[in-house]
């Protein structure tokens, strides 16, 4: 027998293990730049040079709260198609 799944939380669980997916990759990549830069920094003057990681954290981790947000947000793509469709056929008349 088979068993029909329902097609919106099969979607959103998609998302969800992709975002997972995501998330690894950042922590692993990110961690590791950060401790490159921890094991090759020299002081310089008794001051740390500028912290180069910080712009892939940053950069990717904008990335990434985006990609948490479409996975757990709250955030209705349908809802919102059917609110510009509503506004559209408002304008129009």
Same mark, same amino acid.
């Given at each position: 027998? =088979?068993?029909?799944?329902? =097609?919106? +939380?099969?979607?959103?669980?998609?998302?969800?293990?992709?975002?997972? *997916? /995501? +998330?690894?990759?950042?922590?692993?990549?990110?961690?590791?730049?950060?401790?490159?830069?921890? $094991?090759?920094?020299?002081?310089?003057?008794?001051? /740390?040079?500028?912290? #180069?990681?910080?712009?892939?954290? $940053?950069? #990717?981790?904008?990335? +990434?709260? @985006?990609?948490? +947000? *479409?996975?757990?947000?709250?955030?209705?793509?349908?809802? @919102?198609?059917?609110? =510009?469709?509503?506004? $559209? $056929?408002? =304008?129009?008349?």
């Amino acid at each position: 027998m =088979e068993t029909s799944r329902n =097609e919106l +939380l099969w979607k959103k669980a998609k998302k969800r293990a992709a975002f997972k *997916a /995501h +998330l690894r990759s950042y922590v692993v990549v990110i961690g590791g730049l950060w401790i490159i830069y921890g $094991l090759t920094t020299q002081q310089y003057w008794g001051h /740390h040079i500028h912290p #180069w990681p910080i712009w892939p954290t $940053l950069g #990717w981790g904008i990335g +990434l709260l @985006s990609h948490y +947000l *479409a996975a757990y947000g709250h955030y209705d793509e349908k809802k @919102s198609v059917e609110i =510009e469709y509503e506004k $559209l $056929l408002r =304008e129009q008349r």
